[in-house]
């Protein structure tokens, strides 16, 4: 239990969309980014987790990046995690070599989420689920959700539940 409740590490995130980045942002539109690890048994929460949230907010880019070390095979990023997230209309599902761009935007852990809004400033940055693996009702969900909405909540932030992203897990999520 103290595991299921212990938050992962996250590093800096840049307070404005990184003019370096290569993942897609449209001027006029709010995106959301998460950052994966294919083989964390906590990513699929996430991810289902990031499904409940876009169905309930319209107008929102989304991404989902899985880690890949390039010490490991051309495949290594297809599992159920990739496909979950695949399945979900309007995301777009792209290999992060490396790592570059999860160090680019801090984060540390899979299952990290920024939000940016439609000129490419932070809005949101952490976790979308309550503990680790556990789908529900969860307070990162519900800010963005705000955020979104026009509101002005009272934190921008929550604690990211996963396995770290320069772990090389070897679960059975394939």
Not at 13 to 26: E, G, K, V
Not at 69 to 80: G, I, L, Q
Request: glycine letters at 10%; a neutral charge; hydrophobic letters at 35%.
């Amino acid at each position: 239990m103290q595991y299921e409740n212990t938050p992962g590490a996250r590093g800096e995130t840049p307070l404005t969309w990184p003019r370096d980045s290569t993942i897609p942002f449209r001027r006029g539109q709010p995106v959301l980014v998460m950052f994966a690890h294919p083989r964390c048994p906590c990513t699929r929460a996430s991810i289902s987790e990031m499904n409940r949230l876009l169905a309930r907010c319209e107008n929102l880019s989304a991404h989902v990046l899985f880690i890949k070390p390039s010490s490991t095979p051309t495949n290594w990023t297809e599992t159920a995690s990739w496909k979950n997230a695949e399945a979900i209309p309007g995301v777009d599902v792209l290999v992060d070599p490396d790592g570059r761009e999860a160090r680019r935007f801090g984060a540390e852990s899979s299952g990290y989420v920024v939000v940016y809004d439609k000129v490419g400033q932070l809005l949101f940055h952490g976790g979308i689920t309550g503990a680790r693996g556990l789908e529900g009702d969860n307070a990162g969900e519900e800010l963005i959700a705000k955020f979104l909405s026009g509101e002005k909540p009272e934190r921008a932030s929550t604690p990211v539940f996963g396995c770290s992203l320069n772990d090389k897990c070897n679960d059975s999520s394939k």
